[in-house]
């Protein structure tokens, strides 16, 4: 049975080792590239399997105007910008590649949060406008500005794999004490790490320096707006390396103007790419970086691979690297009992592939 892969990711194209791993499977690819939800069904009206990036998102409409989709595999470890209930109703599996860049966004969050305490940006640029020799009180000013990690609360929200690995790397800075909020982590999994369990207006009140590793979901959403940042230190730096949807942006403009909190770092915004008259990037106590805290040359690698994988797995009953409804193996089940449905010809999965 021929099978079809369909890419429709527009940002930029995929990558050759992510082509070569589904053609050299033998299985037909074809990369469109789709603005729209009407753009990608008209791109994937054939498609056993729909690759796709964080825009646009891959909705209930258009996995039902795809009759032979069987897996919606998104580009790296997020799954926000799926509808996973409409994909479990229809039988169509939802995939990612967790694990693949957890080194890469902690060190990037690690990151920014020294560029901030240590204005590493704004000295940079103070130098090569000649203020040191020219304009020495610009450099005097920087200097006044400088902090310390060490002796002071870092608070991280979310302790999954990234949140831990921010708090391996941050705790070598000497912190007094770090502290994060994560509902669905109990203390004795968080005393591994050396991080003390709080609530979330704690979370907020005592946080010197904050952090974001959660994903995105009804939950999460805009869960930092004005009110939290109200609830934070003048002081407080805030970075999230996460997910756009997380943070009100309104509301981080208004904290960081106001100075409800003194500086803030993100790497991800809730439309992307950010629009050139943001107002945001007018905020000079703001550091912005375009959604690159998981790039790098290893990432890079292992997310174009195993993405491919994935398209190949479904369709031959191998390991999945990551599956977001793993409750759609019932739907499956029954599906495959009642008749023909668009699972016809796919071989049963190990049990490892649901795992």
């Given amino acids: 049975m021929a099978f079809k892969v369909v890419i429709t990711m527009y940002n930029r194209p995929p990558s ?18 789709a603005r729209t939800e009407n753009e990608v069904i008209t791109a994937a009206k054939d498609a056993d399997v729909l690759m796709v990036g964080t825009v646009p998102h891959t909705t209930r409409k258009v996995m039902e105007a795809l009759p032979r989709l069987k897996m919606v595999g998104r580009q790296g470890v997020g799954l926000d910008s ?26 990037h969050a690690m990151a920014m949060l020294l560029s901030i305490t240590r204005k590493i940006t704004e000295q940079d640029a103070a130098l090569k406008g000649g203020a040191w020799s020219d304009r020495p009180k610009e450099v005097e000013v920087l200097r006044g500005q400088l902090r310390r990690i060490a002796g002071n609360t870092v608070g991280i929200f979310g302790l999954g794999s990234i949140g831990k690995g921010f708090a391996n790397r941050v705790r070598g800075f000497g912190p007094e004490k770090i502290i994060a909020y ?3 982590l109990p203390q004795t999994a968080a005393d591994l790490v050396g991080v003390q369990m709080v609530d979330f207006d704690t979370l907020l009140a005592e946080s010197d320096y904050l952090t974001v590793h959660s994903p995105a979901t009804v939950e999460t959403n805009h869960i930092f707006n004005i009110d939290a940042f109200r ?10 390396c996460a997910r756009g949807p997380i943070v009100d942006e309104g509301g981080l403009q208004e904290a960081l103007q106001t100075g409800e909190i003194i500086a803030a770092g993100i790497d991800v915004t809730e439309i992307e790419p950010l629009d050139a008259e943001s107002p945001l990037l007018k905020l000079d106590n703001l550091l912005i970086s375009p959604h690159v805290a998981g790039t790098s040359d290893i990432s890079g690698i292992a997310g174009a691979t195993r993405w491919g994988e994935n398209a190949v797995n479904i369709l031959t009953g191998k390991a999945l690297h990551g599956l977001g409804n793993p409750e759609v193996v019932k739907r ?16 049963d999965p190990v049990t490892e592939a649901w795992s």
């Fill in 16 to 33: 050759e080792l992510t082509l070569n791993v589904i053609r050299e499977a033998g299985i037909e690819v074809e990369y469109t590239p």
């Fill in 82 to 107: 799926v509808d996973l209930d409409a994909a479990t109703d229809l039988g169509i599996c939802a995939t990612n590649t967790p694990g693949i860049n957890t080194s890469e966004v902690a060190d």
């Fill in 182 to 184: 994560d509902p669905y």
């Fill in 231 to 240: 609830k934070m230190k003048s002081t407080a730096v805030f970075i999230n």
């Fill in 332 to 347: 499956i089940a029954v599906m495959r009992a009642q008749g023909p449905s668009r699972w016809d010809g796919i071989p």
